[in-house]
């Protein structure tokens, strides 16, 4: 058993000061029923509240820390923009709640689902061979948060942003309109071979007989904004369709190379074909690719190769920097970014303003 560095009481009340001297985060989870072609999904939400009850860590285990929060807590009076994030490939709900409690503090509610098939708690091989379902999971969120303020809230309809790290990052890419060609993807895979992300593509669908689904526009007009985490599959977007995406853009790559994953082939990719006006790259000399997912406990690395050898790798950076460091410089950026990005006062009305496309 890993044993805790702080005693019970200390971290109790260690978890109780940060939330207060911060702001308090809701948090809950809920599940949307599947039909009409999708799929049930299980999301998580934090979410700004008044609340006063006592806060615990949620989102934490037995290898990685969560985050303090007020489970199922009243969400605040006012209305508050929404980001929807989504975790990488064989990861969760859990990777990116650091960074979620960050965007709460600053006024934003937060969703994430676990997508069926590439999830840890799913991990069915016909539904990860449905790549294409992961960005309409992301507008089904939406829709549910914007449908009424039951789950979370009031959402400010004109400030939806979506965040992805890896498998997440290609996710959020299509969702605001970057076009898939297995063909593509396939044809680079044979030029320059990677097994992390070419090696994927019979698990992912990624075939020639999916084109249909896959090089289908998957994007959602709802979104005005999206931030890449070092993401993978990136050189199978067509350079037209990154071309023609309209709203900003925040890509980071993991500077330091886990071995045959290098930002420059797919987070550079990105960024060197998107509109450069409406995008920045910013590559993070001492950050690996596992570096953007939540903090690791102490004895987290041994843990994980004592279960399954050589996924310690989740819990390593690569600098003189820890992840908290790292976190605290992608955090700042991305809030920076989406202050800008998602201003207060919104677009003026539009009759050419098209409808959000129901997936």
């Known amino acids: 058993m890993l044993r805790s ?10 978890l109780l000061s940060a939330a207060q001297a911060a702001g308090t985060v809701g948090f809950k989870e809920a599940t949307l029923p599947g039909g009409s072609g999708g799929r049930p999904l299980h999301i998580s939400i934090w979410y700004p509240t008044d609340d006063a009850a006592p806060v615990a860590e949620v989102g934490a285990n037995r290898v990685f820390h969560g985050i303090p929060a007020i489970t199922n807590a009243k969400p605040a009076y006012a209305a508050h923009p929404l980001v929807v994030l989504s975790h990488g490939y064989g990861g969760s709900w859990r990777n990116l709640g650091w960074l979620a409690a960050d965007l709460v503090q600053r006024g934003y509610v937060v969703a994430a689902p676990d997508h069926p098939g590439t999830t840890t708690f799913d991990k069915s091989p016909s539904e990860a061979a449905r790549l294409w379902e992961r960005p309409h999971d992301l507008s089904r969120v939406i829709d549910a948060l914007t449908a009424g303020p039951a789950l979370a809230g009031a959402i400010t309809p004109h400030r939806i942003a979506a965040i992805g790290h890896s498998l997440g990052g290609w996710t959020v890419a299509a969702l605001a309109g970057a076009r898939f060609s297995p063909g593509r993807f396939l044809d680079d895979c044979k030029a320059q071979p990677n097994p992390r992300t070419c090696g994927l ?3 992912l669908g990624i075939t020639p007989t999916n084109a249909g689904s896959l090089d289908a526009d998957m994007s959602d007009p709802r979104v005005g904004a999206f931030v890449s985490l070092d993401l993978g599959l990136a050189r199978g977007f067509t350079p037209e369709s990154l071309a023609a995406i309209h709203v900003p853009a925040l890509i980071f790559g993991a500077g330091i190379d886990i071995g045959d994953l290098p930002a420059k082939l797919e987070s550079g990719y990105l960024a060197e074909n998107l509109p450069k006006a409406t995008t920045t790259y910013i590559e993070i000399p001492d950050a690996m690719h596992f570096s953007f997912m939540q903090l690791c406990k102490p004895g987290a690395i041994e843990l994980i190769e004592q279960d399954t050898p050589g996924d310690g790798i989740v819990c390593k950076d690569g600098g003189t920097r820890g992840r908290e460091a790292i976190h605290d410089q992608v955090a700042g950026l991305i809030l920076d970014f989406l202050a800008k ?11 050419e303003t098209p409808s959000p496309d129901r997936h």
């Open 341 to 351: 990005a998602l201003p207060e006062q919104g677009p003026a009305p539009s009759a």
């Open 5 to 14: 560095v702080l005693p019970a009481v200390l971290l109790a009340a260690l």
């Open 201 to 203: 593509a019979p698990e």
